[in-house]
Nanobody, 127 residues
């Protein structure tokens, strides 16, 4: 089991940037692919981005390509989500999650395939 703690959320204006961090503990970090998801009020939790255990593979929600970048620093057991040109519709609670096993493109985007989740960090974009 992996313990995950997100940080870096906050309130920014439209067009601004934020970098979220997710610190992991309790397991071998490189054994896990890491995903970012978000949930806006009244909506389902949706996939944002994912990165493989060694960092060689990434996947993004199509609507977020070009604005969001996922990365990881395995020496620090930390995964990041850099978010640029933020829009009011990006307002949500952002969660990181860990998934073990093989990287499969159709699986990595599914929240049901992740066993361990952080508590979430609030991101609010003002117009």
């Amino acid at each position: 089991q992996v313990q995950l703690v997100e940080s870096g959320g906050g309130l920014v204006q439209t067009g601004g940037s934020l970098r979220l961090s997710c610190a992991a503990s309790g397991a071998i970090f490189t054994d896990y692919h890491m995903g970012w998801f978000r949930q806006a009020p009244g909506k389902e939790r949706e996939f944002v981005a994912a990165i493989s255990g060694r960092g060689g593979l990434t996947r993004y929600a199509n609507s977020l390509k070009g604005r969001f970048t996922v990365s990881r620093e395995n020496a620090k057991n930390t995964v990041y989500l850099q978010m640029n040109n933020l829009k009011p519709e990006d307002t949500a609670v952002y969660y990181c999650a860990a998934q073990a096993g093989a990287w499969i493109n159709s699986i990595i985007i599914r929240k049901e395939s992740y066993n361990d989740w952080g508590q979430g960090t609030q991101v609010t974009i003002s117009s």
